[in-house]
């Protein structure tokens, strides 16, 4: 074991080093986890935002179809002009 300019032991970074590595060495698998299911969940979510835009979509169609039958059937078709 050597010593630093000012005499002191270089024990205390392989120290730092060992605790690091055993954190990450227990640790990491959890990460890794989370990492991978947050990815996940967010490709999910693209995946049911993109099938609930085009419900809406399809709905917001419909409905705006079924107005203008229930305008001409009413008459407001001869105001608008």
């Known amino acids: 074991m050597g010593f630093n300019e000012?005499?002191?032991?270089?024990?205390?970074?392989?120290?730092?080093?060992?605790?690091?590595?055993?954190f990450f060495g227990t640790q990491g698998p959890w990460a890794l986890l989370f990492v991978s299911l947050f990815l996940w969940e967010l490709r999910q979510n693209k995946e049911r935002e993109k099938a609930l835009i085009e419900v809406i979509d399809k709905l917001s169609d419909e409905i705006v179809k079924e107005l203008t039958v229930i305008k001409e059937r009413l008459g407001f078709h001869k105001w608008e002009e």
């Open 6 to 22: 000012r005499g002191e032991s270089q024990r205390r970074g392989v120290y730092v080093e060992e605790t690091l590595l055993n």
